[in-house]
């Protein structure tokens, strides 16, 4: 079957701008969740939804937001894009979220 | 809290030769523990998992991990490296009380000489 999908692959932002990225979970998985991956930072967790309702959040500025729809597809938002948001922004499925986790290929986002 | 530590940031090794990549847990409880590889520009994918069934954990491409409690460790093994297993490996422990959140180590890149 299908595996996580995420849409754009790869994407340019001005600062200031606003973006959304999509990820399609594998089918029948219920959480969803998005990673940013830095050089410097490394791997950072940023949210985790499930049945349409965040149910943890990592240390984000309020500039990233996100949902999930009654299919578990899922969005995020970057609101006022700054240049330290250039990153690859991974999401991932699960079951439940308690099981194993399957990674998307990730979204690069480079803002200038 | 829960973390990782992983001991390398680089290892070289040549074509043929054993891989070791080392990592170290610290967790409250027991906990789940992965290996993740990302090849260059690519997202991660799964190489294994521990979850308390046994204590040696086959993965794929000839990988495994050994879960030692007493040494909070899970390093990962290969017996013979392959130009294709050049890569950045992960180390991740799963913060169960959180949902689907994962923490990881700040990775090992793995060169294989030919």
């Known amino acids: 079957k299908a595996g996580v999908t995420q849409t754009p692959r790869y994407l340019i932002k001005t600062r200031g701008q606003q973006v959304t990225l999509s990820c399609s979970p594998i089918?029948?998985?219920?959480?969803v969740s998005w990673y940013q991956q830095t050089p410097g930072q490394g791997l950072q967790f940023l949210f985790e939804?499930?049945?349409?309702?965040?149910?943890n959040k990592g240390n984000f500025p309020g500039r990233f937001s996100g949902r999930q729809f009654s299919n578990s597809r899922s969005e995020m938002n970057v609101s006022t894009l700054e240049l330290g948001d250039s990153a690859l922004y991974l999401c991932?499925?699960?079951?439940?979220?308690?099981?194993?986790?399957?990674f998307g290929e990730g979204s690069w986002l480079t803002v200038v | 809290a829960q973390s990782v530590t992983q001991l390398d940031s680089h290892v070289s090794v040549s074509e043929g030769t054993p891989v070791l990549l080392r990592c170290n847990y610290s967790?409250?409880?027991?906990?789940?523990l992965f290996w993740y590889v990302q090849h260059p520009n690519k997202g991660l994918q799964l190489l294994l998992k521990?979850?308390?069934?046994?204590?040696l954990v086959k993965g794929i491409n000839g990988f495994e991990a050994e879960f030692k409690k007493s040494e909070t460790s899970f390093h990962l093994t290969k017996p013979s490296a392959h130009m294709s297993d050049a890569a950045e490996y992960f180390c991740?422990?799963?913060?169960?009380?959180?949902?689907?959140?994962?923490?990881f180590g700040q990775g090992t890149e793995l060169s294989v000489k030919p």
């Open positions: 991740v422990v799963s913060d169960l009380g959180s949902g689907g959140k994962l923490i």
């Open positions: 991932a499925s699960s079951l439940t979220g308690g099981n194993t986790i399957y």
């Open positions: 089918s029948g998985h219920r959480s």
């Open positions: 521990y979850t308390s069934a046994a204590t």
């Open positions: 967790s409250s409880y027991s906990p789940s």
């Open positions: 939804y499930f049945s349409e309702t965040q149910r």
